[in-house]
């Protein structure tokens, strides 16, 4: 059984930082992650994609966040942690962790992260 933890949401003042985390781990198989995301739901919106890495190290991130989040994997942890720079108030939402294993989205619960003006 696939499960993705969140942890590290909070409240920050615009132009804070936040570091976010994912804990994603398996029961069923024991079989690594290959790829791990962080989506974004901000009120009234539909959930966004952020950035992603994968089992390489490889990393995507979406325009609305590229040069101010940085994502980075450890495997031996199956963790994968979002330093988030320079937050703005469209910044604000509920952050998911997700992986897709044999055609099968899992995502964790959700950290509300704030940003104030």
């Known amino acids: 059984q696939v499960q993705l933890v969140e942890s590290g949401g909070g409240l920050v003042q615009a132009g804070g930082s936040l570091r976010l985390s994912c804990l994603a781990s398996?029961?069923?198989?024991?079989?690594?992650?290959?790829?791990l995301d962080w989506y974004r739901q901000a009120p009234g919106k539909q959930r966004e994609f952020l950035a992603s890495i994968n089992f390489g190290f490889n990393t995507n991130y979406a325009d609305s966040v590229k040069g101010r989040f940085i994502l980075t994997r450890d495997n031996a942890k199956n963790t994968i942690d979002l330093q988030m720079n320079s937050l703005e108030p469209g910044d604000t939402g509920i952050y998911f962790c997700h992986t897709r294993r044999m055609g099968i989205d899992y995502w964790g619960q959700g950290t509300q992260v704030t940003v104030s003006s």
């Open positions: 398996d029961s069923g198989t024991g079989i690594g992650f290959n790829a």
